[in-house]
């Protein structure tokens, strides 16, 4: 059995709506691994990723959060 975290970050926008701008964001969780045998295993992770995008001229923005 194996288990660890997984941690790394991203940029997104959102495509096809006007005046926004690509965004910094971060995405976290973990994993694990069994193995039954040499050639069987099961696998299983969980992750959360920001995603969104900011407007050019105004405050807002726009999160996506994922799960």
Known sequence: MSAGPIIG???ST????P??????GLSIGG???YSVNEHFG???????SQLGSP???NT????????
Do not use: Q
């Open 9 to 11: 970050a991203n940029i």
């Open 31 to 33: 994993f694990v691994n």
């Open 42 to 48: 099961l696998g299983a992770k969980l992750l959360f």
């Open 55 to 57: 407007y050019i001229g």
């Open 60 to 67: 807002d923005i726009t999160r996506f959060n994922c799960h």
């Open 14 to 17: 959102l495509s096809d709506a």
């Open 19 to 24: 005046n926004t701008k690509n965004l910094p």
